[in-house]
């Protein structure tokens, strides 16, 4: 798409690190990633009277309408959805649809009047009042949507992976209102899809896992511009089995607690294997398997997965050692 270039940037934790743009991508910049298929909502608007006269006797006009991401940007070819209203509510309250269209440019035949033109792409929306005169000349409508874009993705450690399907980002307003919270803008969004907003500042939350593995960044979206948004989670995923043996098989049927180095219960689960995802830090299982506990202290770094056996029998040189020993068992 013409007139948009790339910035990469990498958000470790929540400091922003802008990178150099791509120009050479410029044009496909929006078409190299799935794209979220979205409709704004129609803004609040204040309406206003149509033109007065006897419809019957007017006569349609060709009206073309194009959008730019920017000012001095080339005509959109495709990905917006165009939307005409009349200005006069209808008896629901909603201003009624007139005509629509989807794609890039659009063009519209329509009575002389006034209408409220809207064009979105993806949650980047304009809405323009538009006169169409009876006689006369009828300019080209121009649309200016101040609009580009990020991809966000993330990372555990200093680079290594996280499955897509263990991650999630949710897009708030930069702004904090008076109940101390953020307007929600987009929730749920996968990684490496676009996000098409309009220009301006928004506070990103990275979730990784469903437990306590949580980062924020405020990425700045700036338009004709896509930009790769890089978080880094200080996360591991951990598995924990219930064993008789170091080594041996899991037992079946064990209920876990996961405990924060403060005593707070952040996982309870009931198998064989408990996988989870946990934030870096301390921590202790507890296994409960039939009439007995066992339990052992296990730390969490940052990019590195791995499994954490609780032993079924107490072992006296592996006593109150941590990270990776047992701490008191059966």
């Known amino acids: 798409m013409t007139g948009i270039s790339i910035a990469v940037r990498w958000v470790l934790a929540s400091a922003l690190v802008l990178g150099p743009a791509f120009g050479g991508l410029a044009q496909d910049a ?7 298929d979205s409709t704004a909502k129609m ?3 204040n309406a206003f009277s149509a033109t007065p006269g006897n419809p ?3 006569t349609s006009r060709d009206v073309t309408m194009e959008a730019r991401l920017t000012s001095d940007g080339a005509a959109m070819q495709e990905g917006l959805s165009w939307r005409v209203f009349s200005p006069i509510p209808g008896e629901d309250g909603k201003l009624p649809l007139v005509a629509s269209s989807e794609g890039g440019s659009a063009d519209f035949q329509l009575l002389p009047g006034n209408y409220f033109v ?12 538009l006169a169409v005169p009876a006689e006369g000349d009828m300019e080209k409508q121009v649309l200016v949507l101040d609009a580009g874009g990020f991809v966000l993705n993330a990372v555990a450690g200093s680079d290594a992976p996280i499955p897509s399907n263990k991650l999630s ?6 702004e904090v209102r008076e109940d101390g919270e953020r307007g929600l803008v987009m929730a749920d969004v996968k990684p490496n899809t676009i996000v098409r907003l309009n220009a301006g500042t928004y506070h990103v939350v990275s979730e990784y896992g469903d437990i306590n593995a949580v980062v924020r960044a405020d990425i700045q979206v700036e338009a004709g ?3 790769q948004a890089v978080l880094q989670h200080k996360a591991a995923e951990i598995t924990l089995k219930l ?7 899991a037992i079946a049927d064990t209920a876990w607690s996961v405990l924060t180095g403060s005593g707070d219960v952040v996982s309870e689960s009931v198998s064989a294997f408990s996988t989870m995802v946990l934030a870096e830090g301390e921590y202790t299982a507890v296994a409960r398997n039939k009439d007995k506990i066992y339990q052992r202290e296990f730390t969490v770094k940052s990019g590195e997965n791995k499994d954490i056996e609780v032993l079924m029998r107490y072992d006296p040189q592996l006593a109150g050692v941590k990270d990776g020993q047992q701490v008191s068992q059966e």
Do not use: H
């Open 243 to 249: 064993v008789s043996q170091p080594g041996g098989e």
């Open 118 to 129: 809207n064009v979105a792409f993806g949650r980047a929306g304009v809405t323009k009042k």
């Open 43 to 45: 803004p609040k608007l």
């Open 30 to 36: 929006f078409k190299s990633f799935k794209q979220l």
């Open 225 to 227: 511009k896509l930009t």
């Open 169 to 174: 980002f949710s897009v708030y307003s930069s």
């Open 56 to 58: 019957n006797a007017m």
